[in-house]
């Protein structure tokens, strides 16, 4: 596509309840990067995919936290049982091979935990 | 570990005028690559400028510029004539070559008045 696409756009959820984000990368991006932002702060780095390589997970917070991406394509972020504190913006990029040049990101989903 | 400091959480400037944002980072790395995003209330951050450590001149794009001291890890945005749609958050951020990770500052909130 044209941009990376995230959906939902906003998501409530009661505590306790799992969620789904889903991400499309631009399509010949082979690297997909997840991002959280609270409110009020910069982002911070969660999970890196590049290609069929083994994930960079260790932005995680904890294990309720996972990702998966099939080859270069579509990826999603999955948090179990959520906590109000997983209440934060949640944005995605894609970028060719190496993200030095910049990547481009989504407008994000914005998780609510109630 | 890098870190990425931005110490003026939210900035005005009058329509037409110039405007510094200020950026400081932590390296014990040589090269590295420095970037100023920015996100508008639709959430999507959108790359403004960046600048490889290894190359001594300042990155120009259009109304925007940085004054890039490596010195003293000092990495500032100028935006020369602001204009209204230039109001978004501001974040500077740092990659390691090949490492494909930001590190993000916490942001600036520039208003730009008419």
């Known amino acids: 596509g044209a941009g990376v696409s995230q959906s939902p756009s906003n998501k409530v959820t009661e505590k306790g309840k799992d969620v789904e984000l889903r991400c499309d990368p631009i399509s010949g991006h082979t690297a997909l990067y997840w991002y959280r932002q609270r409110l009020g702060q910069g982002l911070e780095f969660l999970i890196y995919?590049?290609?069929?390589?083994?994930?960079?997970k260790s932005g995680l917070p904890s294990d309720r936290f996972s990702a998966e991406r099939t080859g270069e394509s579509v990826s999603t972020l999955t948090i179990q049982r959520t906590q109000q504190e997983d209440s934060a913006v949640y944005l995605c990029?894609?970028?060719?091979?190496?993200?030095?040049?910049?990547?481009?990101f989504g407008s994000g989903t914005r998780l609510t935990v109630v | 570990a890098q870190t990425v400091t931005q110490s003026q959480p939210e900035m005005s400037v009058q329509e037409a005028e110039t405007v510094t944002l200020s950026c400081t980072y932590d390296?014990?790395?040589?090269?590295?690559?420095l970037f100023w995003y920015k996100q508008p209330p639709s959430r999507q951050m959108i790359l403004v400028i960046r600048q490889e450590a290894y190359k001594q001149q300042n990155a120009t794009e259009n109304r925007f510029s940085v004054n890039f001291q490596k010195a003293a890890k000092s990495f500032s945005l100028k935006i020369s004539d602001s204009q209204l749609g230039d109001t978004a958050m501001y974040f500077c951020?740092?990659?390691?070559?090949?490492?494909?990770?930001?590190?993000f500052g916490s942001g600036t909130k520039l208003n730009v008045k008419p």
């Open positions: 995919f590049q290609g069929n390589s083994a994930p960079d």
């Open positions: 390296t014990s790395e040589n090269n590295y690559y």
């Open positions: 990029a894609s970028s060719f091979f190496l993200g030095d040049d910049g990547y481009t």
């Open positions: 951020a740092f990659m390691k070559p090949n490492f494909n990770k930001f590190y």
